[in-house]
């Protein structure tokens, strides 16, 4: 079991950047593959970001790409987003969420068992 904790979001204007990042605590002894998704007010939650248990491969929805870097720390139990260049539409609830994985530079884009509480970012015009 882990528990992930997000923080950084905040209100930006549109142009700005934030970094969200997200403290992984409890069994990190496992590898686990990382992701962000996020959910706007009356729509799906989207993913948006992933990374793998080693830090070298990540993967990025179309959305974000060029705009948004997922990336771990060191020691790895924190993973970060950088996001940049923000958008009204990127306004939204973040979250991380975690999957346990026996391959360390393996992402995934879905079922992730494990998930913070969330963290709201708002871009404005």
């Known amino acids: 079991q882990v528990q992930l904790v997000e923080s950084g979001g905040g209100l930006v204007q549109a142009g700005g950047s934030l970094r969200l990042s997200c403290t992984i605590s409890?069994?990190?002894?496992?590898?686990?593959?990382i992701a962000w998704f996020r959910q706007a007010p009356r729509k799906e939650r989207d993913f948006i970001a992933a990374?793998?248990?080693?830090?070298?491969?990540?993967y990025y929805s179309n959305s974000v790409t060029g705009r948004f870097t997922i990336s771990r720390g060191s020691p790895k139990n924190t993973v970060y987003l950088q996001m940049s260049s923000l958008k009204p539409e990127d306004t939204a609830v973040y979250y991380c969420a975690a999957r346990q994985t026996s391959n360390s530079e393996t992402y995934y884009f879905d079922e992730y068992g494990f998930w913070g509480q969330g963290t709201q970012v708002t871009v404005s015009s």
């Open positions: 409890g069994r990190t002894s496992r590898m686990y593959s």
């Open positions: 990374i793998s248990d080693s830090g070298r491969n990540t």
